[in-house]
């Protein structure tokens, strides 16, 4: 099963930021938080991850709480094409041979 | 970079008969390739993990029989569904990971190959 829980739908405007919070009370301290997104009829695409530390790259900024019980991701100036389902996952396994349990993601909507 | 492809990208057959799926990692080797399968409105569902050369291990309540897996090199895994019928319509998806010391901690995503039993 899988160890996230988040929304299952949010909106936001386009052009402003889009923050999509994730649970995950029940992460180990060695498990890495994921974040992927699937735009309609396509395959996952990945977006960032991060341990216990905050990361930011090109698409995203992801802020993991102090006790890594949750997480946020952070679209910092969401587009339409950003409208997708976005999926938080807790990787289960050790470096060479992990798997990735999906969940019912949330679906986020950007409006024009 | 880190490209997979899956072929075909959809696929139409008669009820009783197989359909082999291919994924490929076009840019990078991968060590474990992973095959999901994703109904209307429904998250992904994990089914197996591929190694090259070895055996695929299936996740509880996946026909290993039925869904036969091959993972012949670093770069090529196959997906056969054997004596399809209208319940194995699916969107089947698969996923790679580098080999170690290229970013494994990364899985890269196939477009997905929708199969549609009649």
């Known amino acids: 099963d899988a160890k996230t829980t988040q929304p299952p739908s949010m909106d936001c405007a386009e052009g402003r930021a889009a923050n999509l919070p994730c649970n995950h009370s029940?992460?180990?301290?060695?498990?890495?938080v994921y974040w992927y997104r699937q735009i309609h009829s396509q395959g996952p695409q990945y977006i960032i991850h991060?341990?216990?530390n905050n990361e930011t790259n090109e698409m995203a900024s992801l802020i993991i709480t102090e006790d890594r019980k949750s997480s946020t991701l952070i679209l910092p100036h969401a587009t339409l094409r950003d409208t997708a389902v976005y999926y938080c996952?807790?990787?289960?396994?050790?470096?060479?041979?992990?798997?990735?349990?999906f969940g019912s993601g949330t679906r986020l909507l950007v409006r024009p | 970079g880190a490209v997979v492809s899956q072929h075909p990208s959809r696929v139409i057959c008669k009820s009783g008969t197989s359909v082999k799926i291919e994924c490929r990692s076009l840019d990078f080797q991968a060590t474990t390739m992973f095959w999901y399968r994703q109904f209307p409105k429904q998250s992904l569902m994990l089914m197996a993990t591929?190694?090259?050369?070895?055996?695929?291990?299936?996740e509880q309540g996946v026909e290993k029989d039925k869904f036969l897996i091959n993972h012949a090199s670093l770069t090529l895994s196959t997906l056969t569904v054997t004596s399809a019928h209208p319940e194995d319509s699916s969107f089947y998806i698969c996923s790679a990971t580098p080999l170690p010391g290229h970013s494994t901690d990364t899985q890269y995503f196939g477009p997905g190959t929708r199969l549609t039993v009649l």
């Open positions: 991060g341990l216990k």
């Open positions: 029940t992460i180990s301290g060695n498990e890495y």
């Open positions: 996952i807790v990787r289960v396994g050790g470096d060479s041979s992990y798997k990735l349990i």
């Open positions: 591929s190694n090259e050369g070895s055996k695929a291990t299936y």
